[in-house]
């Protein structure tokens, strides 16, 4: 069974004065196996971020399953949706939301606090991530004192460090300059490779390139997909530059 499954999604929205309703998704389904690495693409208004926000449980679809681990997370109620996020999933932001009043390292371990972790845990789940992410060095540091690449190695080791079934990011590399972002997608792939599931909605070609399996939204629904295999990073990198002119042309997909 994949880890997640999304089946026939549709999401509407209506706005409180009564104008026309605006179908955001319509009828999605894909499913991402467990160890996955697929970026979300798509032009301003496709819906991308929408999916997004469903699959992170912040929102709820008008019709349609979410199933992790064949649990339809649609139907938790709203009392234990934070407890399920938290458990989880891992949320990588473009603006790394990170509390400027707090040290790099209680940023990081802000969700095993609220999930009521024991210090010396948290301490010993820290050791690991904060060397392989190479932040060892800031973690007494408070986030206005360090580099946009520094924020961004923090809030994905906030978002490693309970072990979630899937991080979801959301342009982690928009805020970035290219040194930065070059260092974020080297760490995106290593994390993959030690077996993390990632879900990433991106506009750059760039980042979209270094995932194992890119799926294109348009107008709402799935449109075409391209999966990586044997390809380059600079193959799937025109691949996908391809498929975005033949979105924004109106062009037929290739089948």
């Given at each position: 069974m994949s880890l997640l499954q999304v089946k026939n999604l549709k999401k509407i929205y209506t706005t409180r004065f009564g104008g026309n309703p605006v179908q955001a998704l319509s009828n999605v389904s894909f499913s991402v196996e467990k160890g996955e690495y697929v970026a979300i693409m798509g032009e301003s208004g496709s819906g991308k971020t929408t999916l997004l926000n469903l699959l992170a449980s912040l929102d709820k679809p008008t019709n349609g399953e979410i199933l992790l681990n064949g649990k339809n997370i649609v139907t938790i109620n709203e009392k234990d949706i934070s407890g399920f996020r938290r458990d989880n999933l891992g949320f990588v932001f473009q603006d790394f939301n990170l509390l400027d009043t707090f040290s790099v390292k209680d940023n990081i371990f802000l969700p095993l606090v609220l999930a009521g972790r024991p210090y010396n845990e948290m301490d010993e789940k820290l050791k690991p991530i904060s060397r392989q992410l190479e932040i060892s060095d800031i973690l007494n540091k408070y986030p206005y004192e360090i580099s946009g690449g520094q924020k961004q190695r923090t809030a994905i080791a906030r978002a490693l460090i309970t072990n979630p079934k899937i991080i979801l990011a959301d342009e982690p590399t928009g805020s970035l300059d290219s040194r930065a972002?070059?260092?974020?997608?080297?760490?995106?792939?290593?994390?993959?490779?030690?077996?993390?599931?990632?879900?990433?909605?991106?506009?750059?070609?760039?980042?979209?390139?270094?995932?194992?399996?890119?799926?294109?939204?348009?107008?709402?629904?799935?449109?075409?997909?391209?999966?990586?295999?044997?390809?380059?990073?600079?193959?799937?990198?025109?691949?996908?530059?391809?498929?975005?002119?033949?979105i924004a042309t109106g062009g037929d997909r290739n089948e």
């Open positions: 972002s070059d260092g974020v997608l080297k760490l995106f792939n290593e994390i993959n490779d030690d077996g993390q599931t990632i879900i990433m909605v991106t506009h750059s070609v760039k980042a979209a390139s270094h995932a194992k399996r890119v799926l294109f939204i348009k107008d709402g629904q799935l449109y075409h997909q391209l999966y990586k295999a044997s390809m380059s990073n600079e193959d799937l990198y025109q691949k996908i530059s391809d498929t975005l002119t033949m």
